[in-house]
């Protein structure tokens, strides 16, 4: 495989992850101005929302199946328009029926999207034999970041959904069925995004993929959960906690998680170094101490200046763990069962980003009603330290990540 295709192959990809995170964030940014242009009640909101990531994680699912049949590029050359369709809907929309549509094709697709993406960037994190996967979701942040900023804008100069969402999908939309014609597969060396077969070792059938035993993944699954809750406190609840409890003013709420979406891409763009330097078992540990010392930070904070370092401590702490753990999910079940079984681990571990994601936020809202606020923290808190006993599972293993041509050896579930 030459340098050129790799890097081709690199760039269209963190382009893919690039729109994908402004295109979330324009979604989950203007959800009041969802619900106040289609009428959705405070009583069937929740349903809206849990159910798009409910449908993203059956989204996984079928791309687990579908790439036994085709390269996980092409899932993505097609998920990805979906997504941003989908988008579309939402804002052109004015029935209760058709948000939910709209909604259900998001979810279904972004699911594909997430997983896919994410196994085209473990493969060329392989092929290039050393750590980039973090740059990726360094893209994503940023993406997330311009998303939400044109959010704001949207919000302020009082457009219209429609108005906002249109001239953003008519520059991602083509720009990345473009760049899908560079994404390369780092198990083959090819570009994959106009057709060929799947990836399973033998036949083909993706008998090699379903047969990833479900041990080899369940530390890393608990992992993806754990830091998905945490993200999730976050991004939910740090505005509500910093005016409610810490006496913050309206104002002064917006910060934290604009602190923390900075620092994520800040942490994310520099991680890969960090890996390839120390190593990823060392780097994950560090992210859960930081990540655990800012949530405990977050929980004693006696003012809304001390929450905002605790949320900022957050950013830079769980950053690192989503790539990582996506990296080694990969990497373990290839150098246990193959290519085609990288693929489905990395499909399977999708799904626990949004089981986190649906836990996280009714569990830090049940607890803080019960209990406090303050103590709630400390649960996500003891969830992400539960991290550093699975740190383990990030290690390398036997197989280098350059190989490729020697058979793969079992790996210790560890």
Avoid at 196 to 217: H, M, N, Q
Wanted: glycine residues 14%; hydrophobic residues 50%.
């Amino acid at each position: 495989m030459t340098d050129a295709r790799l890097r081709h192959g690199r760039a269209s990809l963190a382009l893919s992850f690039l729109a994908q995170g402004a295109t979330f964030a324009l979604l989950v940014t203007r959800i009041p101005a969802i619900q106040d242009r289609y009428g959705i009640s405070d009583a069937l909101l929740p349903a809206f929302l849990a159910a798009v990531p409910v449908l993203a994680g059956a989204g996984s699912v079928v791309a687990e199946k579908v790439v036994a049949r085709v390269p996980p590029a092409v899932v993505l050359r097609w998920s990805q328009p979906v997504v941003l369709l989908a988008l579309l809907g939402v804002g052109a929309g004015d029935a209760l029926w058709q948000i939910a549509v709209a909604l259900g094709v998001f979810g279904l697709a972004v699911g594909g999207l997430d997983a896919s993406m994410n196994m085209l960037g473990v493969s060329l994190q392989r092929a290039y034999a050393r750590s980039i996967m973090l740059g990726f979701h360094a893209a994503y942040s940023l993406g997330g970041i311009a998303g939400a900023s044109l959010a704001w804008g949207g919000a302020h100069w009082e457009l219209s959904l429609l108005v906002s969402y249109l001239p953003v999908v008519a520059v991602l939309l083509p720009a990345a069925l473009v760049a899908s014609r560079w994404y390369v597969d780092g198990h083959t060396g090819q570009p994959t995004a106009s057709g060929g077969g799947g990836r399973g070792s033998g036949s083909g059938s993706g008998e090699t993929g379903a047969s990833v035993p479900f041990r080899l993944l369940l530390p890393l699954c608990l992992v993806m959960s754990f830091a998905y809750i945490g993200d999730s406190t976050v991004s939910n609840w740090s505005a509500k906690y910093l005016q409610d409890v810490l006496g913050g003013s309206e104002e002064l709420a917006t910060v934290p998680y604009n602190a923390y979406m900075v620092t994520t891409l800040l942490g994310r763009a520099v991680g890969d170094l960090g890996v390839r330097r120390f190593g990823p078992v060392a780097v994950v540990r560090a992210g859960s101490v930081l990540a655990g010392a800012g949530f405990a930070v977050v929980a004693l904070a006696p003012g809304a200046w001390t929450g905002i370092v605790g949320f900022t401590m957050l950013g830079l702490g769980l950053c690192v763990i989503v790539p990582q753990t996506f990296a080694a999910a990969g990497r373990r079940a290839f150098e246990a069962h193959g290519p085609a079984a990288g693929d489905a681990a990395v499909a399977r571990l999708n799904i626990f980003n949004y089981v986190g994601f649906l836990i996280g936020s009714p569990l830090v809202g049940a607890l803080g009603d019960a209990w406090s606020y303050r103590g709630a923290m400390l649960v996500p808190m003891v969830m992400v330290l539960v991290t550093l006993g699975y740190a383990r599972s990030f290690a390398t293993g036997p197989a280098r990540y350059g190989g490729g041509h020697e058979r793969p050896r079992t790996v210790d579930v560890g």
